[in-house]
């Protein structure tokens, strides 16, 4: 049961991530609708699966995935969005909408 709604949980997020990639105005604001997809998704799937498998080795193993992507993926998204602004990507894109 709880195994089930952190899966809906972890579609929900996708689903809000992949909403905001298409509507917010700007790139930086993009990339927030992406890391968020990144990081809440996939902690929601990692935790779903550790209360699936129960306590074994694989339990062990999963724990380390989820802290290695606690810890690099905040790190390369601000990377990425720090060679945008460096580069000179400008903040609103110039989009006529009709």
Do not use: Q
């Amino acid at each position: 049961m709880t195994v089930n709604l952190l899966l809906i949980l972890c579609w929900l997020y996708i689903g809000i991530g992949i909403y905001g990639l298409y509507r917010f105005p700007s790139i930086y604001s993009r990339f927030f609708a992406a890391g968020f997809i990144d990081t809440m998704a996939f902690i929601t799937l990692i935790l779903a699966l550790i209360l699936y498998s129960g306590l074994s080795d694989f339990t062990f193993r999963l724990f380390l995935v989820l802290a290695f992507l606690m810890i690099t993926n905040p790190i390369s998204t601000h990377l990425i969005v720090r060679s945008a602004y460096l580069g000179k990507v400008p903040f609103k894109e110039d989009r006529d909408d009709g």
